[in-house]
């Protein structure tokens, strides 16, 4: 009897016990930097359409300025115990949700970097917000980040819909493409996108006559192409506000279905040198596209993106830049602060105005924590023109910070 | 078929089933101890949604692949609720489940006409129509984006911290699993376990099959619901991975690894998948539904009872070897007797 006893105890407690303890319970503080060292946590793509962009070389990128902290300061270094950890949120919002609860909570990030995918962005932001810890985005475009949803933990560092909509869109209806019809992926980053593109575009004088929204991922692209070849009067310019993985496989199929022989051009809202490379340099040679940085902007920043080729085998995507130049922001608060408490590396980050080999005239405005500077509108080089198979990039203006990013949004409220 | 029972009542006497009653409280308890209290609560929610997916496979031999609608239809209604009438939660919650009731329905009234595979599609087809229902109405429900930023209200009580959150939820999960416990071992469940074994017979005893799964189904869908509105505040944000049909899979999957009809087992697979499914995420292994998948193979070949059916089973056959072996997949608890006569001729 005593033996059955113990069998059925052993088969209740088998689904609880199964694969032995994990955390403790409730978690603890103490110390001036939390459990004695620093973790940098990146969220990011490890397996989808937007690896490429900001992925594994977005880690690289953080461990790169994690060594560049400990090179500068040696022993007078807050700490010398510093990690970096990353997780793959696989572009879904559910996912990293979980994910960034995650590492802030039991593999102890103090700051998140990166997250690529708007929704994803936003699903760490009210994470960020409920354990207050700090987030840098750099990957996800949404001005949502520093509006409606703003919060005192989130910075949104890189870019955003706004800066790549008045650099892109105006630039494009004042050369003539007056009116639009976009094709937008389907979930926030498209949406805003597709808001701000409508409005740069309206702004220079031209029109959205029609805008699609897209299913996110996805491969296939025809549809909306035949609509614009069939669409009348026909629309001067093809927008296509997808980024990444799907971004190519809008670009392959404007190609295939011969969309430019008919007289409709393409304008891209997003354009990284990730997908230059799996496009084609060939076929973009000559389409303007506005970004927030380049590797051959200058010698400061050529001579990052030579260590980082050195590193990881490519150059870098701004994105990643971006990863490098906030870890190393980060970080620098802390030593500043000297402590990881997030609330007081955020008094030494607001406000702050700064240049590195990545933001230009720089400020991180303390009232939306966006940080603004300088932004590039530019054109894919002819191949022929380039000094090696990833330069792609040929200036055409600087678009200084006050114009390249938006007012605080009035949407926005700190407390 | 009498003696077989109540030998089997035998087996398994009062104090041993105290017993099994207490161990498995002092695990519901202590979870949070042991596990990260997110992931505990996890297993609060697809433990209750296991077993209400349970209620409907095993007591009613009814095979649902769509019941991610009512978990998901829940998660958005319990967070819609939440978000915009800030109501405690647990109100949110139950309106949440009434509104997976309302939506189970007019699916079950519909697919209970037809049963086996052609249930399981329609309940599928209902499901996917609910998906993109979903998707489509962005404004409501985030679309792609998800609802997000679900606050857990209670007057006078912090719940941010999931520790916490885990001991204010567990009481909901009690309650259902009670409710799951009654129904089955009321004379409404004999009567649906005797249409699951028999149809025609129950038909000619003079009851209404079809109303008693209609019951089942909406009973089922309204538990799902309370796991699903729990879960959505567990995490504070519902999104289309809740409706989606690998959802209706992975529940079944649960089920299964339990063992079919044990109740009790749906638990032990629940926690099993969701312990196993966070070990594997966090020791950085990304092809999860490999291992998932590969060890429900290896208990539906090897263990056809589940891990519950299986343990209940040896220990029953040890103790009178030349006991009945009912088919896998057909082992009940029904330690009582059968109910000998309708306790009530016209159906509720």
């Given amino acids: 009897m005593k033996r059955r006893l113990v069998s059925t105890f052993a088969a209740v407690a088998a689904g609880t016990l199964l694969a032995g303890c994990g955390g403790g319970g409730p978690s603890s503080g103490g110390g001036k930097i939390s459990d004695d060292k620093i973790v940098l946590g990146v969220l990011t793509d490890l397996s989808g359409v937007y690896a490429d962009l900001a992925g594994a070389n977005s880690v690289a990128a953080v461990e790169m300025a994690v060594a560049d902290f400990r090179k500068k300061y040696g022993d007078k270094a807050v700490t010398d115990d510093i990690e970096v950890i990353k997780a793959d949120h696989q572009n879904k919002p559910e996912i990293a949700n979980t994910q960034a609860k995650e590492m802030y909570e039991r593999r102890k990030a103090d700051a998140l970097f990166d997250v690529p995918t708007s929704s994803a962005a936003l699903a760490v932001q009210t994470v960020a917000g409920q354990v207050k810890k700090l987030y840098f985005n750099t990957g996800a475009a949404t001005t949502e980040l520093a509006g409606k949803t703003c919060n005192p933990y989130t910075y949104a560092y890189a870019y955003d819909a706004y800066m790549l909509a008045q650099g892109t869109g105006a630039a494009v209806a004042k050369q003539g493409g007056k009116n639009w019809y976009t094709i937008y992926p389907d979930y926030a980053f498209g949406q805003d996108m597709q808001k701000k593109f409508s409005a740069a575009v309206t702004g220079a004088g031209g029109k959205i006559v029609a805008g699609d929204p897209t299913p996110f991922p996805a491969d296939n692209y025809s549809t909306f192409l035949l609509k614009a070849k069939a669409m009348k009067p026909k629309p001067d310019i093809l927008g296509a506000l997808q980024a990444g993985g799907d971004l190519a496989n809008v670009v392959k199929q404007y190609e295939q279905f011969k969309l430019k022989d008919a007289g409709i051009g393409l304008a891209i809202g997003l354009l990284f040198d990730s997908d230059i490379k799996a496009i084609g340099a060939d076929k973009l040679a000559g389409t303007s596209f506005t970004t927030a940085w380049y590797w051959s902007l200058d010698d400061e920043a050529k001579a990052w993106a030579d260590r980082f080729k050195d590193k990881t085998g490519v150059r870098p995507t701004f994105v990643q830049a971006a990863d490098y130049s906030a870890a190393t922001r980060y970080l620098e608060a802390v030593q500043q602060a000297g402590t990881d408490k997030a609330e007081d590396v955020s008094k030494k980050l607001d406000g702050a105005e700064f240049n590195d080999f990545f933001a230009r005239n720089a400020t991180i405005r303390a009232e939306d924590h966006r940080v603004v500077h300088d932004a590039y509108l530019v054109k894919v080089k002819d191949p022929a023109k380039a000094t090696e198979a990833e330069d792609y990039t040929e200036p055409v203006k600087t678009i200084p910070a006050a114009e390249a990013f938006d007012a605080p949004s009035p949407d926005c409220s700190m407390s | ?348």
């Fill in chain 2, 1 to 348: 078929m009498i003696v077989a029972l109540s030998r089997r009542l035998h087996a398994r006497p009062l104090w041993v089933r105290a017993a099994l009653l207490a161990a498995g409280l002092v695990a519901v308890f202590g979870l949070p101890w042991v596990l990260y209290p997110p992931v505990a609560a996890d297993i609060l929610c697809w433990g209750l949604f296991a077993v209400a997916f349970d209620l409907l496979l095993g007591h009613a031999g009814l095979l649902s692949f769509g019941h991610a609608a009512f978990w998901g239809s829940s998660a958005y209604a319990t967070g819609l609720i939440a978000i915009h009438s800030g109501l405690p939660f647990y109100v949110a919650v139950l309106g949440g489940a009434v509104a997976a009731a309302v939506i189970a329905l007019p699916i079950g009234w519909l697919a209970v006409r037809r049963s086996g595979i052609y249930f399981a599609m329609v309940t599928l087809a209902f499901a996917q129509l609910i998906y993109f229902t979903a998707n489509q109405w962005g404004s409501v429900t985030g679309g792609e984006n998800g609802l997000q930023n679900i606050p857990r209200d209670l007057p006078g009580v912090d719940l941010t911290d999931s520790f916490v959150y885990y001991y204010y939820a567990l009481p909901v999960v009690l309650l259902g699993l009670l409710a799951a416990w009654r129904i089955v071992h009321s004379p409404f469940g004999r009567v649906a376990a005797g249409i699951r074994d028999n149809p025609a017979r129950v038909r000619a005893l003079g009851y209404s099959a079809d109303r008693y799964k209609v019951v089942v189904f909406v009973a089922s869908a309204f538990l799902s619901g309370l796991a699903g509105g729990l879960y959505a505040m567990n995490h504070g944000f519902a999104s289309l991975q809740e409706v989606y049909w690998t959802t209706s899979g992975k529940v079944v999957v649960m089920t299964v690894l339990g063992g079919i009809g044990t109740l009790w087992g749906s638990l032990v697979g629940a926690a099993a998948v969701v312990r196993l499914e966070d070990w594997l995420s966090t020791s950085g292994f990304e092809q999860t539904q490999l291992v998932t998948g590969g060890i429900f193979i290896a208990v539906v070949l090897l263990f056809r009872r589940g891990v519950w059916g299986t343990v209940s089973h040896l220990l029953r056959r040890r103790d009178d070897p030349a006991g009945e072996d009912p088919e896998p997949g057909l082992v009940h608890d029904h330690e009582e007797e059968t109910a000998t006569e309708p306790v009530s001729a016209s159906a509720p």
